[in-house]
């Protein structure tokens, strides 16, 4: 099996790391192709505007100047010698679930392996001040493998990725694994920062403070909450299919 690496947080990422420790398990056809710096929040984004470079910092191993979208389609197109079985993204250092998918740039990197056809996951590790350092990813490097082996060879129609969040508690407290649909945040969202540059420009910095949220059942959010290690299976069909029909007759000659 031919696994294809890549994240969001760098090539040299202790996350990047912890997710190719975790396919080894599985293959040694092991290939990383990430970005060469953080890319977190890049969501689904292309570089368009200035060129893009490929590095070789060893066998099968490749950064990217651009996004995690960047970096499967060059790993895809000019990396790997032949299309991969698995895309893997991840461990991202920090929770990528509800609505915040659609910024993550870990998650994004899966949905365009997805696009070329190959079963694409996403795995996130919950961050938070009690579990940090090394021991942040304690529970993903426990827990990966398990997660994984099933979702190897588990159905999935096409256009079609897996979305894993690891719980920020210590492994042996993990109650277990639930397959849950993605949940969603109630705005407002995180905190913006105002100030002046040197010159007296006035900035803005986006901050990444602790988002309210509904605990709705069967969600992420609920699974991460209480204990348990979140699997989604994601569409990229955006389609609100049961609104056709009324825009349609509005739309009627």
Not at 218 to 228: K, M, N, R, S, V
């Amino acid at each position: 099996m031919r696994i294809l690496i890549t994240n969001d947080d760098g090539i040299h990422a202790p996350g990047l790391a912890m997710l190719e420790e975790i396919a080894r398990q599985f293959s040694d056809d092991i290939w990383v192709c990430a970005p060469s710096e953080e890319q977190s929040g890049a969501g689904h984004s292309l570089t368009l505007n200035h060129p893009v470079r490929l590095q070789k910092h060893g066998e099968r191993r490749f950064s990217v100047t651009g996004t995690p979208t960047d970096s499967v389609t060059l790993g895809l197109r000019r990396v790997v010698d032949a299309a991969p079985d698995v895309i893997l993204s991840g461990v991202n250092r920090g929770a990528n679930l509800g609505d915040d998918i659609t910024y993550s740039g870990t998650v994004s990197a899966a949905i365009e392996g997805a696009l070329a056809g190959i079963r694409s996951i996403a795995f996130s590790q919950v961050y938070s001040r009690e579990w940090n350092g090394e021991a942040a990813f304690d529970t993903a490097r426990q827990w990966g493998a398990k997660v994984l082996a099933p979702l190897l060879d588990t159905p999935l129609p096409s256009r079609t990725l897996i979305n894993v969040n690891f719980p920020a508690i210590a492994p042996e407290k993990v109650k277990g694994i639930r397959a849950v649909r993605q949940g969603f945040h109630d705005y407002l969202r995180g905190s913006v920062v105002e100030g002046r540059d040197p010159r007296g420009q006035t900035y803005y910095w986006f901050g990444l403070d602790a988002i309210e949220h509904t605990l709705d059942h069967g969600t992420d959010l609920e699974a991460i909450d209480d204990g348990y290690i979140s699997v989604t299976p994601l569409q990229l069909d955006l389609t609100h299919h049961s609104s056709l029909g009324d825009i349609a007759e509005r739309f009627a000659t």
